[in-house]
């Protein structure tokens, strides 16, 4: 699984990420339109890092992930959390088309991109009915995506990113291809490892398939399960332009 690999340095690629302003952002919008909300399932929760910060705030969460190496690296940061975050989260494995827990929670989360992974209608319709099961009337699914517009204005460029840390030195090509009859963007990876303490580098090749998503398409996915709340750029208050490359809906359960 293209995960799996990616674990091993999804960390250092993303240290700059700011996971506690991101997770902020969407706490309050919890509080804005659920604010009695305590329980929230985070599909696709990486390696933990929105789910330990949602933690902090008070929230349990229960993660679920795909890959075992990324779930490995949530839980070992679980380990090292203070005990009162650390009682507040949980993890397991589950794919956000299939999952059923069993229980309902007060928000169901998907961050960085998760439902741009859902590549074809019949993922996307999925991962949608996944919120809705896990989800009481009024609870809500908050989520990011590709926004098509500004994908098909700005266009996916080649881009390299070089990070370092005491260990490895990392650099990564990005070399997009659009598919624009399926509103798919395959982002080839190329990356390089060296190991510092012996000059060996490894090299991944890894294929990132992503949809991009017009929000007359999220009407027709959320059906009559949802109404939405709010649609936002990520990380703003204002609607998503063709410069806003990632978008962000809140929706709430209206059935079931």
Same mark, same amino acid.
């Given at each position: =699984?293209?995960?799996?690999?990616?674990?091993?340095?999804?960390?250092? %690629?993303? +240290? /700059?990420?700011?996971?506690?302003?991101?997770?902020?952002?969407? $706490?309050?919008?919890? +509080?804005?339109?659920?604010?009695?909300? !305590?329980?929230?399932?985070? %599909?696709?929760?990486?390696?933990? @890092?929105? &789910?330990?910060?949602?933690?902090?705030?008070?929230?349990?969460?229960?993660?679920?992930? =795909?890959?075992?190496?990324? %779930? &490995?690296?949530?839980?070992?940061?679980?380990?090292?959390?203070?005990?009162?975050?650390? @009682?507040?989260?949980?993890? @397991? +494995?589950?794919?956000? +088309?299939?999952?059923?827990?069993?229980?309902?929670?007060? &928000?169901?989360?998907?961050?960085?991109?998760?439902?741009?992974?859902?590549?074809? *209608?019949?993922?996307?319709?999925?991962?949608?009915?996944?919120?809705?099961?896990?989800?009481?009337?009024?609870?809500?699914?908050?989520?990011?995506?590709?926004? @098509?517009?500004?994908?098909?204005?700005?266009?996916?460029?080649?881009?390299?990113?070089?990070?370092? /840390?005491?260990?490895?030195?990392?650099? !990564?090509? $990005?070399?997009?291809? =659009?598919?624009?009859?399926? *509103?798919?963007?395959?982002?080839?990876?190329?990356?390089?490892?060296?190991?510092?303490?012996?000059?060996?580098?490894?090299?991944?090749?890894?294929?990132?398939? =992503?949809?991009?998503?017009?929000?007359?398409?999220?009407? %027709?996915?959320?059906?009559?399960?949802?109404?939405? !709340?709010?649609?936002?750029?990520?990380?703003?208050? &204002?609607?998503?332009?063709?410069?806003?490359?990632?978008?962000?809906?809140?929706?709430?359960?209206?059935?079931?």
């Amino acid at each position: =699984m293209v995960f799996d690999a990616y674990a091993r340095y999804y960390d250092l %690629l993303y +240290r /700059d990420k700011d996971y506690g302003a991101e997770a902020e952002y969407v $706490a309050s919008h919890i +509080r804005k339109y659920a604010p009695q909300a !305590r329980r929230i399932l985070e %599909l696709g929760c990486g390696t933990g @890092g929105h &789910a330990e910060q949602l933690a902090r705030s008070g929230y349990a969460v229960h993660g679920v992930d =795909m890959s075992e190496a990324m %779930l &490995a690296r949530a839980q070992a940061r679980k380990s090292r959390a203070p005990a009162e975050v650390a @009682g507040h989260l949980t993890f @397991g +494995r589950g794919d956000v +088309r299939t999952l059923r827990t069993g229980e309902t929670y007060d &928000a169901v989360i998907s961050l960085f991109h998760v439902v741009s992974y859902q590549t074809t *209608n019949a993922d996307v319709a999925a991962a949608f009915d996944t919120a809705a099961a896990h989800l009481k009337r009024g609870g809500l699914f908050l989520f990011d995506f590709w926004y @098509g517009p500004a994908v098909l204005t700005q266009r996916p460029e080649i881009r390299v990113k070089r990070l370092s /840390d005491n260990e490895i030195d990392v650099t !990564r090509i $990005a070399e997009p291809v =659009m598919h624009v009859n399926e *509103n798919v963007v395959d982002v080839n990876y190329a990356v390089f490892i060296e190991v510092k303490a012996t000059g060996k580098v490894e090299q991944v090749r890894e294929t990132h398939r =992503m949809r991009y998503l017009s929000l007359p398409e999220l009407a %027709l996915f959320r059906g009559e399960s949802f109404e939405e !709340r709010a649609t936002l750029a990520w990380m703003s208050e &204002a609607p998503p332009t063709a410069q806003s490359w990632a978008g962000f809906q809140v929706l709430a359960r209206i059935a079931g």
